[in-house]
């Protein structure tokens, strides 16, 4: 193969999907824009392509303000949230404890500290959903304030390097929110009990959005699933997360072409997977509730291919012998190295499935997550091409052994 020409394929294929196509959340055109290339792509390359299509909530925000006596806060709207244009007194929670005594109905409720040190994950979010998010929920819901500001600092497991984070993104939630900086937070307890402005204007918009899968080989045998999120969060090129997992299957399918051996290859952009609805994962298992047995293994891709450090691929509920293949497969490249297990992508829907799987990232994953994935620093100047090429290189090798078995 000529690793130059598969080089400069992916580097168009980013191009395309980071710089050309202006925004890739789910429920927007960008999205579908994306979608449709994926889809076309895979086509051109033989493949059998099947689109999983499913309702979906989009969002358009025209901005946040918050004035108190004459001084303006900078505050961003919690996305997803609803409108409003509200003059309240100021209340304010620090911890549960403290919002359980609260009196908040009729207030604007500024949670601050503690309890706002994670980002809530969404009321029907169905794969992770602890606890403690579900009693802060029906805490606020109980307290009626007619809206929310949360004072936040920093959440890369699940913000990514957002700073301020939203604690709260959600479109099954129904009080206005809006998000600052911890620091801004704690100049505004200054005027806890005044009377605030808050105004926020944003609309939810019913949307579609969809899966795309392409199939190489036998139709009935059991399956190898490679996988990738298509979408990206708003306002970030998201070339990391996750340009350059879609490159990789798009790689791998030019790879593949003319393979027709023991297990049928199954290339998957998931859809939504920084989406709070999660709607395409859910599609997914629904079209897949009595199919999953088929699939002896599952390989997800996401934030893999940066300029510095090591890919590194991590391996749940695998088999000795597949364990040894997988090791086999990948020793060859210098590039590749064996890392820790994590848990915070697409892989994740197999493992809960009970299903074997394997997750390739960048060694950096925690320092990415932290400082870039989620903000406008994730851009092609990030991407390794010699890397994105050495791991679909190393898939096809890993495929071709385990068709072996």
């Known amino acids: 193969m000529d690793r130059d020409a598969f080089e400069q394929k992916a580097a168009q294929y980013l191009h395309t999907l980071c710089e050309q196509i202006p925004d890739r959340r789910l429920g927007s055109e960008g999205n579908r824009q994306a979608t449709a290339f994926f889809g ?3 086509k051109d390359l033989g493949c059998r392509v099947t689109f999983q299509s499913f309702d ?8 946040a303000s918050l004035i108190v006596a004459e001084h303006e806060f900078e505050v961003m709207s919690s996305p997803y949230s609803l409108e409003c244009e509200i003059t309240a007194p100021l209340v304010l929670a620090a911890s ?4 359980k005594e609260l009196q908040a109905e009729g207030s604007i409720l500024l949670l601050l500290g503690e309890i706002a040190q994670e980002q809530l994950m969404p009321k029907k979010f169905p794969f992770y959903n602890p606890e403690h998010h579900k009693e802060i929920y029906a805490l606020l819901e109980s307290k009626s304030p007619r809206a929310i500001i949360t004072a936040t600092s920093r959440n890369p497991e699940l913000a990514g390097g957002m700073y301020p984070f939203p604690m709260i993104e959600d479109g099954d939630f129904n009080i206005p929110s809006v998000y600052m900086k911890d620091v801004e937070g704690e100049r505004l307890t200054a005027y806890m009990g005044q009377e605030i402005s808050l105004s926020i204007s944003t609309t939810r918009l019913p949307a579609r959005g969809e899966n795309v899968l392409g199939r190489i080989g036998p139709d009935t045998a059991e399956k190898i699933v490679l996988c990738a999120h298509i979408d990206a969060k708003e306002n970030t090129p998201g070339a990391l997360d996750n340009g350059t997992g879609v490159v990789m299957l798009l790689i791998l399918a030019e790879l593949l072409v003319g393979y027709s051996r023991k297990y049928q290859i199954e290339l998957l952009a998931f859809n939504g997977e920084d989406h709070y609805s999660a709607q395409g994962h859910k599609e997914y298992i629904k079209e897949n509730e009595d199919h999953f047995n088929k699939i002896m293994l599952a390989i997800n891709t996401d934030v893999a291919g940066f300029i510095e450090g090591n890919s590194a691929y991590s391996l749940y509920g695998c088999t000795p012998e597949v364990e040894t293949i997988i090791r086999e497969a990948m020793s060859g490249y210098k590039s590749l190295v064996e890392g820790e ?6 892989h994740s829907i197999f493992i809960q499935q009970g299903r074997p799987a394997m997750a390739i990232t960048s060694d950096r994953f925690m320092e990415l997550s932290t400082y870039i994935t989620h903000t406008p620093k994730d ?4 991407v390794d091409y010699e890397k994105l090429i050495d791991i679909s290189v190393a898939l096809r090798g890993l495929i071709g052994a385990l068709s072996e078995g």
Do not use: A
């Not at 549960?96 to 919002?99: A, I, M, N, P, S």
């Not at 297990?341 to 697409?346: N, Y």
């Open 96 to 99: 549960v404890d403290e919002l």
């Open 341 to 346: 297990q994590w848990f915070q992508s697409d």
């Open 56 to 63: 979906c909530l989009d969002w358009v925000d025209e901005g």
């Open 379 to 382: 851009n092609l100047n990030l």
């Open 40 to 42: 076309e792509t895979l």
